[in-house]
């Protein structure tokens, strides 16, 4: 092997890229991928971006007195095409905007080069008591920078 992979993927020019595997338990009685599924893999792509850039969640809870959560907001999806068992799907994730009390990404999910989700993610930013707070710059920052390449 030429190159170590790590269970968190990587960061690339545009963001975020995460493998995963489709396992039986992600797949219904017809043996594609149960719509929800799906948002479980955008999750993980999504929480492993943090990761890749060094922020943990935990850590941002006591971040201040105040603490600093991210919920989604809103989500967007596309189905375009199902996953079946055993696909090794690429779970991609772009910041397309960081700033106030919110961020936008753009994620899809594929299979080789065929687009199989498209979604478009509103992360609110609020405290521990779930009242709206604004991203620190710094963070903003790190997550505009890793996706500065990014069409938008």
């Known amino acids: 092997m030429n190159k170590a992979i790590s269970i968190c993927g990587e960061l690339v020019e545009t963001g975020h890229r995460l493998l995963q ?13 149960y ?6 893999f955008l999750e993980r792509g999504r929480t492993d971006y943090l990761r890749c850039l060094g922020v943990e969640q935990s850590t941002l809870l006591g971040i201040d007195d105040e603490g600093l959560v991210f919920v989604v907001h809103r989500m967007e999806i596309d189905f375009k095409s199902p996953a079946r068992m055993d696909d090794v799907l690429e779970i991609s994730t772009t ?11 753009k994620q899809e999910i594929r299979r080789g080069e ?3 989700i498209a979604a478009k993610v509103t992360i609110a930013v609020v405290n521990r008591l779930g009242r709206p707070r604004r991203l620190p710059e710094t963070l903003a920052a790190q997550f505009l920078t890793s996706s500065a390449q990014a069409p938008h």
């Open 21 to 33: 595997r489709v396992y039986y338990e992600d797949t219904d009685f017809s043996g594609l991928v």
């Open 35 to 40: 719509h929800a599924r799906y948002l479980h």
């Open 95 to 105: 910041t397309t905007k960081a700033g106030g009390a919110k961020m936008v990404l």
């Open 114 to 116: 065929q687009l199989l």
